[in-house]
């Protein structure tokens, strides 16, 4: 292995990292972190903030959490102080599914029961105790955290994790450790080590946003890859890619293959196809093992993905949760569809929208060296070569692109007064600053003062406690007194979801006739509602999901959160209460929320948004879509051909007026 790849100096530019030699001994497990332990320890003792770059497979996300547990910095110095011990290294995440399941590979490494000495915690779950000292989580997590301990004194190291991806939250708890690294030196506290680990080139700016620190490179394993791209521009994505695949296995040597997808509803879909294809193959080519995988799958369902399966093919179709954030053995091949599900805040029309836009040449090139972690491997593009030259280099950080409500208020209740003064690693405009404190004024959750200053309100206060859009929040908390909390737990689960409806592609009709009974001239919200009763009066049946084309994994995992948003409901003393047949209280509730959300039909028959002016369309699988209601919300607008208001429901002009 080549072991030239790892610098010593602050970096300045890429050119400038010195390089240094590997250790001597014998890796058994393969990873190529191991060559540069001692280096890398001696790194750990001395740096209090680093940046390290490892491409995806060099172990740099299993391994330095357990080397930072040996530092001293981590169990005590050499003269014997406790100061630092049993405190926790923390270890973030952007995504649920990359936390809870190198969680679980650290824990079977280390021989520990997970929640022990190794753990997690993810939104809505967490498996932890008072022995656990590497804690794997969610950056939100870790911010909910900061919430109640802005010096997060309970971490002796905090480890950020696929740092490249620039995550809004990501991008928020850069600044929320920094200043606890700063505070923490300056008042004389145990010391916080800080690592910020990328699996890109690209780290000028973390660099520089934490004072000129250093950089570190850990050389990944590289086989070659062949890349090959379409002849021309498809149109079919889904078709391309299923002939793509079969082809693949049809003609080509044994390797599992990575499929790169927009969203869950492709992915079921292709899922669907391909198995059903496989049954009209030849018997000898019936080894294809179609695979899932994306954020809200339930976890047993994901780890299905790491399993081998023997004399098989599998084929795993994926979001660009695949592209950095977990490694799975046996890639040897990658169809790339070029697109991913992009979300977009247009400050000037309030309007956020939830978009398929083309990838970075970044994202296509992490996408494609997937193929190449334990061989040689192939990626197949299914764009030109020139469209891949006329993508852009690097994806523009969701901070920049997206709502900030959430961020401001949380920044609010750790007591930022001027958000335009906040250390930012990339400012977001001026204008999506004052579009999203105006929301939250109109919200009641913060207020300005004369010296356009912001404090926190009451209301905010309780709003930041759930792990919430800032508008379901505060629908949440206005249920308690409207008296339909037990209805509005429900219908904020099932949005925690991508989707419950299950509809395979060959049996549509039959779908969608047996979902009529779900059906409400109310609008979505209340079909959902509905569709959560009759799923517990089912007792939460398989066997009913099935005969009623319900996707029993989401309805497991909507049954689960609501069970740990009830919870969080009642400890914040809140009183649960029914409105029973009364879904009009629903309605109205919702509308203290999304009343920002307000669609009006015109006299041209046409909806337009009441605060944008834009026209707006009801999406075919609503449960309105035939229906022409004079007032709607929405929870959101999905852009594609047109722009589609999804999950709707009917309100009355009056209740407006109330507001």
Known sequence: MNSNHIGMKPHVNHGSMESLSSSSGNFSSGLTIHQYRSKLMNIIENEPIFVLIGATGSGKTTQIPQWCLQSKHSTGDPE???????????????????????????????????????????????????????????????????????????????????????SIQTDILFAIVKKAYQSRKKNGLSSLRVIIMSATMNVDKFSQYFDQCPVYKIAGRHHPIEILHSEKDLTDTIHSTLVTVFQIHRTQPPGDILVFCTGQEEIENMVAITRDTCFQLPPEQRNLVPLPLYAALPFNVQFKIFKTFTGKRKVIFATNIAETSITISGIKYVVDCGKFKCRRYKPSSGMDTLKIETISQAQAWQRAGRAGRESSGTCYRLYTRESYENMPKEMVPEMLRCNLASVLLHLAAIGIKDFTKFDFMDKP???????????????????????????????????????????LAKILIASSELGCSDEILSVISILSVENVFHIPSHKKDEAAEVHKKFRTNEGDHIMLLKLYRAYKSAKG????????????????????????????????????????????LVRKCLTLGLYHNVALIGKDGDYRSKMSEEKVYIHPSSCLFNLKPEYVIYSELVQTSKCYMRNISVIDYNWLKLL
């Open 80 to 166: 014997g102080s406790l100061s630092q011990k049993c405190r926790t290294i923390g270890i973030t995440q952007p995504r649920r599914v990359a936390a809870v399941s190198i969680a679980t590979r650290v824990a079977n490494e280390m021989k520990t029961p997970l929640g022990q000495l190794v753990g997690y915690s993810v939104r809505f779950d967490e498996v932890i105790s008072p022995s656990t000292r590497i804690k794997f989580m969610t950056d939100g997590m870790l911010l909910r955290e900061s919430l109640y301990d802005p010096m997060l004194r309970k971490y002796s190291f905090l480890i950020l994790d696929e740092a490249h991806e620039r």
């Open 429 to 471: 405009t001026v204008e999506n600053i004052n579009k999203s404190t105006e929301l939250l004024i109109s919200l009641g959750s913060i207020t300005k003062d004369e010296n356009n200053l912001y404090q926190i309100t009451n209301l905010g206060r309780q709003m930041v406690n759930f792990p919430l859009d800032p508008r």
């Open 541 to 584: 049946s398989k066997d009913w999901c099935k005969e009623n084309y319900i996707d029993f994994r989401n309805m497991r995992m909507v049954a689960n959160i609501r069970q740990q948003m009830a919870s969080l409901y009642e400890r914040s003393n809140f009183t649960k209460n029914s409105c029973g047949s009364n879904t009009e």
